[in-house]
């Protein structure tokens, strides 16, 4: 049923600072007066295409999309990076239900022959309603937490299920709540002691919350789970309920703190909301007994709000935002344009801004691109290689049929990489055939061979063949 392609098959293929009104206002100014360290500067990168992007996953009779990746190995040490794998299989003619597959990839310096998967996919979530996101712990024992939205006879909730990385052994399936939709975003990091201190590893998930499908209001909730995926802290609101959609926050783990990122067009409840703004708050998580202690009962977490990033045209409105850290520090990322998170046709601004561990303004956000049309919300991540944010864009005209959507250059996939002194390079156009718009390109720094990774999903160029998760390296040149 299942089949991975490989070989190459498609054709390889200005920044500003804002003024006083974009700038990242610290609401707690107490909070700012300890000058901010400085990150550590990245090594010169110019980043460009190993070559063609090359089919990862692909399923003979079910669609492989949505994808998300962690990095198991960055390369340094074995000469080859090791990156956990997560597609979405959905709909197709097997008459399976949807599920979420987990296969690893090892990636090494000859490009597209060095691109293999030691583990192919398999069944990692079953009864899927959409993407499933990866997370990987630090310590040892190291684990691959992935979470996702599962339903049943129409019940639906968040899900976690492990992975051992080192036996790549599959562990328990773990309900975290009763009743959940879609899950927005997860990270890996510290989990919680009895007292409210950060103990061990752990993750932290956020998803959102719906008296029925469909209906409003609706209300993120996040919680804390230690490295088995037990819930230690909360379920917790995020933010207000609001009509459905409502919002979706980020989650990033900074090394000291969790941080989550909320955008707000406007204000309709009592929470941190900021109008036309992101708001970055830290969770701290209250002192009680955890999951194991006393069955039944698990305590909650606050969030302080701590700095927040204005649109920089007041007539704007920002996007759906997301977060990325590495030693120590961490970014926030997302667009800002027209009152509206849907369609390419009119042009948003991708913007950054980099934060302290805390959450703390560390510089002034970075216009990456002033004018794109990107087809999903932006992703970002960031490594030894520096930080990048990514999205996709059509090419051709949309839903011209087969003969252009199996093409590249049907659509774009856009890579631009900052320093982390906030200077960003040229972007990265790669080539594509139609990209699936269920979830951004996923991308992740690697150390051998330095540079990174790129990961979307899209039409196969061929027409009969279902939808395929694709794979692009870009090395770094000094």
Do not use: K
């Amino acid at each position: 049923m299942r089949s991975v392609l490989g070989g190459a098959a498609l054709l390889a293929a200005a920044s500003t600072s804002c003024d006083e009104a974009g700038t990242v206002i610290p609401v707690d100014a107490s909070t700012t007066d300890a000058p901010v360290e400085a990150a550590p500067p990245a090594p010169p990168c110019t980043l460009s295409a190993a070559g063609d992007p090359v089919p990862l996953v692909a399923f003979a009779h079910r669609h492989a999309t949505a994808p998300s990746m962690s990095v198991l190995d960055d390369g340094a040490d074995a000469g080859a990076a090791s990156v956990a794998v997560a597609v979405f299989a959905n709909a197709g003619n097997s008459g399976l239900p949807d599920d979420i597959e987990l296969a690893r990839a090892r990636v090494a310096a000859p490009w597209p022959a060095g691109v293999t998967l030691d583990e192919p996919p398999q069944l990692q979530g079953e009864f899927s309603l959409g993407a499933g996101l990866l997370a990987t712990t630090s310590g040892a024992p190291r684990t691959v937490g992935l979470v996702w939205h599962r339903d049943t006879a129409a019940v639906g909730r968040p899900q976690f299920r492990a992975m051992d990385v080192a036996s790549w052994t599959q562990g328990p399936d773990v309900d975290l709540t009763d009743s959940g939709d879609t899950v927005f975003s997860f990270a890996a990091g510290a989990g919680v002691a009895p007292d409210g201190t950060w103990a061990g590893d752990g993750f932290a998930v956020v998803w959102r919350y719906v008296g029925a499908p469909g209906v409003g209001p609706a209300r993120p909730l996040g919680a804390l789970l230690d490295a088995a995926g037990n819930v230690v802290r909360g379920p917790s609101p995020l933010a207000s309920a609001e009509d459905y959609p409502g919002r979706a926050p980020a989650v990033t783990w900074t090394g000291s703190a969790y941080l989550v990122a909320t955008s707000y067009a406007d204000c309709a409840g009592g929470d941190a909301c900021v109008a036309r703004s992101v708001v970055v708050q830290r969770v701290q998580p209250a002192a009680g007994s955890d999951a194991g202690a006393d069955a039944g009962t698990v305590a909650g977490f606050s969030l302080q709000r701590v700095s927040h990033v204005t649109v920089a045209d007041a007539s704007a409105v920002p996007g759906t935002s997301t977060l990325a850290s590495f030693a120590g520090r961490a970014w926030l990322a997302w667009t800002e344009g027209p009152p509206s998170d849907g369609g390419s046709s009119v042009a948003r601004a991708v913007r950054v801004a980099p934060l302290d561990g805390d959450g703390n303004a560390a510089g002034s956000p970075v216009t990456v691109a002033p004018a794109a049309h990107p087809t999903t919300h932006v992703s970002l991540s960031a490594g030894e290689a520096g930080v990048l944010v990514a999205w996709p864009e059509d090419g051709a005209l949309e839903d011209a049929g087969d003969a252009v959507d199996t093409a590249p250059g049907a659509s774009y996939v856009v890579v631009v990489r900052l320093g982390f002194d906030g200077t960003p390079g040229a972007p990265v156009r790669l080539p594509a055939t139609r990209v699936d718009d269920f979830a951004p390109p996923r991308t992740a720094t690697i150390e051998a061979p330095r540079g990174a990774l790129v990961l979307w999903a899209g039409r196969a160029t061929d027409p009969a063949a279902f939808d395929v998760t694709w794979l692009a390296r870009l090395d770094c040149a000094d």
